[in-house]
T-cell receptor, first 113, second 113 residues
Framework: DSGVTQTPKHLITATGQRVTLRCSPRSGDLSVYWYQQSLDQGLQFLIQ???????AKGNILERFSAQQFPDLHSELNLSSLELGDSALYFC????????????FGEGSRLTVL | QKEVEQDPGPLSVPEGAIVSLNCTYSNSAFQYFMWYRQYSRKGPELLMYTYSSGNKEDGRFTAQVDKSSKYISLFIRDSQPSDSATYLC?????????????FGKGTRLSVIA
């Protein structure tokens, strides 16, 4: 158990809908990262927050947004969902921004029908 | 050309074999190199972490980095069925929070008893 909690574990929804994925980092970790994993693209970095502020942005679509709250939990919002958004979404946390070790949650599997 | 290339496999070996997993990369700025292991339906977990060129050994696992060739390897000695997983290489350019990890697509390994 990495200590990173993600909910929901599975989510099935329809095209055009909006979903919110939630992540609670390990106790004491200030950085939260979101990754998308699909069979053809592998693990793709979406966005990073550190202590409530956005620190780095990767290949995140404009339809997606995220935030980190004062209690350090984070949410990833996916809107106007398309079939191609079906993937595993992982949250990871680390103590600081410069840590090489990321602790991953078990992921949220999103299926868009 | 993707920044990090990794043969997806699958790779199937008998128990006790030596396994060699490899990644190539194109960004010469990468300095920190990691190997993550991902079991089915789980998040990735850090296996090995090396800085710059050289070797690092941890039990049955050895990580090698050859920056001149932009090539990294993970060797598993005396492979066990419990080593069956997907192995992802990951790397980053700097040690600041604005340089997220870039992952390879992963190599799926099966160790047959």
């Amino acid at each position: 158990d990495s200590g990173v909690t993600q909910t929901p574990k599975h989510l099935i929804t329809a095209t055009g809908q909006r979903v919110t994925l939630r992540c609670s980092p390990r106790s004491g970790d200030l950085s939260v990262y979101w990754y998308q994993q699909s069979l053809d693209q592998g693990l793709q970095f979406l966005i990073q927050y550190y202590n409530g502020e956005e620190r780095a942005k990767g290949n995140i679509l404009e339809r997606f947004s995220a935030q980190q709250f004062p209690d350090l939990h984070s949410e990833l919002n996916l809107s106007s969902l398309e079939l191609g958004d079906s993937a595993l979404y992982f949250c990871a946390s680390s103590v600081a921004t410069s840590s090489g070790e990321l602790f991953f949650g078990e992921g949220s599997r999103l299926t868009v029908l | 050309q993707k920044e990090v290339e990794q043969d997806p496999g699958p790779l199937s070996v008998p128990e006790g074999a030596i396994v060699s997993l490899n990644c190539t990369y194109s960004n010469s700025a990468f300095q920190y190199f990691m190997w993550y292991r991902q079991y089915s339906r789980k998040g990735p977990e850090l296996l090995m972490y090396t800085y710059s060129s050289g070797n690092k050994e941890d039990g049955r696992f050895t990580a090698q980095v050859d920056k001149s060739s932009k090539y990294i390897s993970l060797f598993i000695r005396d492979s066990q069925p419990s080593d069956s997983a997907t192995y992802l290489c990951a790397m980053r350019a700097g040690n600041s929070g604005n340089t997220p990890l870039v992952f390879g697509k992963g190599t799926r390994l099966s160790v047959i008893a």
